[in-house]
Nanobody, 115 residues
Framework: QVQLVESGGGLVQAGGSLRLSCAAS????????MGWYRQAPGKQRDLVAV???????NYADSVKGRFTISRDNAENTVYLQMNSLKPEDTAVYYC?????????WGQGTQVTVSS
């Protein structure tokens, strides 16, 4: 089992920045990739960014150049630095840990960007 606890969401004006954190505990040795997804009201949950244990990253086209995902394996934490935020970035952001057999999710943290 892997437990994920997110923090760092909030309300910010367009153009501002936020940094999300996700701390993993439990069977952390089993984690391959970690990532961030988001879900806006009435929409499906979509990938924002993912990072492998080795540090390779992948981003949704909508956030490329604005968001940066990073991972501290020693601290079992993944971060999402979000810059130049837009109102369309408003959503609940979920941390994900992918193992060989399971996907684990955090409880979600709300990010609201006002125009």
């Amino acid at each position: 089992q892997v437990q994920l606890v997110e923090s760092g969401g909030g309300l910010v004006q367009a153009g501002g920045s936020l940094r999300l954190s996700c701390a993993a505990s439990g069977s952390i040795f089993s984690i391959k990739d970690m990532g961030w997804y988001r879900q806006a009201p009435g929409k499906q949950r979509d990938l924002v960014a993912v990072i492998t244990r080795g540090g390779s990253t992948n981003y949704a086209d909508s956030v490329k150049g604005r968001f940066t995902i990073s991972r501290d394996n020693a601290e079992n934490t993944v971060y999402l630095q979000m810059n130049s935020l837009k109102p369309e970035d408003t959503a609940v952001y979920y941390c994900n840990a992918h193992t060989w057999t399971h996907d684990y999710w955090g409880q979600g943290t709300q990010v609201t960007v006002s125009s």
